[in-house]
């Protein structure tokens, strides 16, 4: 089982950029996924998650109005759309695939791991 996530890069705050995360090994259409990232130093914390029908996606508090999480069960794909991404937005990024089919925001919750991608944003 292989999860790779891209789409990382160096943005001014106030711009976007559209994380993926592309899964292989098998199928996962019936588990929930989610994003989380981990700042120099800190904890990974928890991003955003969406159920396995791609209903009912949960944002943390943090990134509620500005980040949008999508799947694509037919790619095997989840996105995470990120706007007015802010300098405190900078972490590696990490996709993941949930032992449930219902989202949740633990970190134990998730099974499989992307190695992450690196969201650097400037002021």
């Known amino acids: 089982v292989q999860l790779q996530a891209s789409g990382g890069g160096l943005v001014q705050a106030g711009g976007s950029l559209r994380l993926s995360c592309a899964t292989s090994?098998?199928?996962?259409?019936?588990?929930?996924m989610g994003w989380f990232r981990q700042a120099p130093g800190k904890e990974r914390v928890f991003v955003a998650a969406i159920n396995w029908s791609s209903g009912s996606p949960y944002y943390a508090d943090s990134v509620k109005g500005r980040f949008t999480i999508s799947r694509d069960n037919a790619k095997n794909t989840v996105y995470l759309q990120m706007n007015s991404l802010q300098p405190e937005d900078t972490a590696v990024y990490h996709c993941a695939v949930s032992r449930f089919a219902i989202r949740s925001t633990g970190v134990n919750d998730y099974r499989y791991w992307g190695q992450g991608t690196l969201v650097t944003v400037s002021s």
């Open positions: 090994g098998r199928t996962f259409s019936n588990n929930a």
